[in-house]
């Protein structure tokens, strides 16, 4: 399988950007789908994710009512819309998939939880 996300770029502080992630050569459903960024000088961390065996969407605090996740359809698609983005949602995107989902219990934070990433996507928004 392979994960492949688009649709970074730069933006003014309020914009909008929608990413998208796909994951090919996988003809199963996933078990989840997630986003990740990395901020220069900071560790990665989770942004949201997609639980599909249970529909449950996830957000972190820092982009709860300004982002959303979204599956396209029963596919291993999903996007990440983002509205009034601040200068502190710099970072470079990573999109993430745990296709079996076989831990006991799932955190959606946790990195090792998704088994294929892509290479990344860059956001910058200018204040």
């Known amino acids: 399988a392979q994960v492949a996300e688009s649709g970074g770029g730069l933006v003014q502080s309020g914009g909008s950007l929608r990413l998208s992630c796909e994951v090919s050569?996988?003809?199963?459903?996933?078990?989840?789908m997630g986003w990740f960024r990395r901020a220069p000088g900071k560790e990665r961390e989770g942004v949201s994710a997609?639980?599909?065996?249970?529909?449950?969407?996830y957000y972190s605090d820092s982009v709860k009512g300004r982002f959303t996740i979204s599956r396209d359809n029963g596919k291993n698609v999903v996007y990440l819309q983002m509205d009034s983005l601040k200068p502190e949602d710099t970072a470079v995107y990573y999109c993430?998939?745990?296709?079996?989902?076989?831990?006991?219990?799932?955190?959606?934070?946790?990195?090792?939880?998704?088994?294929?990433w892509g290479q990344g996507t860059q956001v910058t928004v200018s204040s």
């Open positions: 997609f639980n599909f065996n249970t529909g449950t969407t």
């Open positions: 993430a998939a745990d296709l079996y989902g076989s831990s006991w219990v799932w955190l959606w934070t946790r990195e090792y939880e998704y088994d294929y």
């Open positions: 050569r996988f003809t199963a459903d996933a078990y989840a």
